[in-house]
């Protein structure tokens, strides 16, 4: 089993940043790649970015490249993501994942989540 709890969230003006955590507690953290997504009100979970178990490899969606940047340190068992230059479109709740794979972009892939938190982007 594998804990997961993201912090960071809130409101921010367009074009602002904000940097979300995740912290992993259970099973050993390095052991597994790690996500985000996001859900918007009527919306389906949707990808936003993954990164593979020592770091080494990233992938995000479209959407959101050049924008935001995932990173993990697998001592203090924390993924993050920090999001920049930020767009009334980006609000969700962003929810992190832990996946066995080498790294994935749908949601079946992924075993474990956490509970996410608000992101609220005002224009």
């Known amino acids: 089993q594998v804990q997961l709890v993201e912090s960071g969230g809130g409101l921010v003006q367009a074009g602002g940043s904000l940097r979300l955590s995740c912290a992993a507690s259970?099973?050993?953290?390095?052991?597994?790649?790690a996500g985000w997504f996001r859900q918007a009100p009527g919306n389906e979970r949707a990808f936003v970015a993954t990164?593979?178990?020592?770091?080494?490899?990233?992938r995000y969606a479209d959407s959101v490249k050049g924008r935001f940047t995932i990173s993990r340190d697998n001592v203090k068992n924390t993924v993050y993501l920090q999001l920049d230059s930020l767009k009334p479109e980006d609000t969700a709740i962003y929810y992190c994942?832990?996946?066995?794979?080498?790294?994935?972009?749908?949601?079946?892939?992924?075993?474990?989540w956490g509970q996410g938190t608000q992101v609220t982007v005002s224009s």
């Open positions: 994942a832990a996946s066995t794979a080498y790294t994935a972009t749908v949601v079946s892939r992924y075993s474990y």
């Open positions: 259970g099973r050993t953290f390095s052991d597994y790649a």
């Open positions: 990164i593979s178990r020592n770091g080494g490899s990233t």
